[in-house]
């Protein structure tokens, strides 16, 4: 098997959405994380279909399936094809030269609120530039199965360029990496399930963080130049996103967590 270290790389990442409640229960079996392949860009690995067992939080490496920027299926184990959805992974990648990683979930808070057509607003921290930017909806539910349904999630997702709703079925995060694209998935539906609480409590026009109060907190200084920290620079690990893969902080502990028995 080709890119075994980007295979590992992408079941783990597709268990880290099962973890974070993105693909259990009902939607057990349903979303997908994918990545392009770093010695190989016109080329990606993602969960595929036709397990004995098809369920995220079970699969491991060898069970991701290599494609194209087409879609079609280069190297998946037998019986196995890609996933319905692949169309909307290769059609990111195409317009997208700059994206890393796709993922895409059937999240129920931002499926409730992409039906309602509420925009999301920030509120609370967490995602919150995310949902700063109104996210676009794609107006279609139905499953994203050929060339043109994808170029259409990747022409809605283009006034955003990091997240875009599908109406009644989902949501599309992308990524410089995995985590960025996985934990933009989990803050997403975060924003999305307080979103859905302001409405039904205060109404469409409910109170959020505005963009005054975001533009005081981007503007702070980082936490080590305050004297009380007593720092000469900045930690050795940076925050979010730095380093391999493994991470640090909230996402290492989750690959540690869904990967002991890989
Ligand atoms: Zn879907």
Request: include cysteine; proline fraction near 6%.
């Amino acid at each position: 098997m080709q890119h075994e270290e980007t295979r590992w790389q992408v079941a783990v990442a597709n268990r880290i959405l099962s973890a974070f409640g993105l693909a259990s229960e009902l939607t057990a079996s349903l979303g997908h994380a994918s990545m392009r392949v770093p010695e190989a860009p016109d080329s990606f690995l993602i969960k595929g279909r036709g397990y004995e067992l098809d369920i995220l939080s079970e699969l491991g490496p060898e069970d991701m399936v290599l494609c194209d920027l087409e879609g079609n299926k280069i190297e998946a184990p037998d019986g196995v094809s890609q996933c319905y959805e692949v169309k909307m992974h290769s059609c990111i990648y195409r317009a997208f030269p700059e994206v890393q990683s796709v993922v895409h979930a059937h999240p129920r808070f931002t499926i409730l609120m992409s039906v309602l057509e509420k925009r999301l607003r920030p509120m609370r921290n967490e995602g919150a530039r995310l949902v700063q930017k109104e996210i676009p909806i794609y107006p279609h539910s139905k499953l994203i199965l050929t060339d043109e349904d994808g170029s259409g999630v990747a022409d809605t997702l283009r006034a955003h360029g990091k997240a875009a709703l599908l109406k009644g079925h989902g949501a599309v995060t992308t990524g410089a990496n995995l985590e960025e694209s996985v934990m933009s998935m989990v803050q997403l539906e975060e924003q999305a399930q307080l979103n859905a609480w302001a409405f039904s409590l205060m109404g469409r026009d409910h109170p959020y963080t505005s963009d005054d109060l975001l533009a005081e907190a981007a503007a702070q200084p980082p936490f080590w130049q305050i004297p009380h920290f007593g720092m000469q620079g900045p930690p050795a690990r940076a925050p979010f996103g730095g380093g391999g893969f493994r991470g640090h902080g909230l996402w290492a502990y989750y690959v540690d967590k869904v990967s002991r028995d890989l």
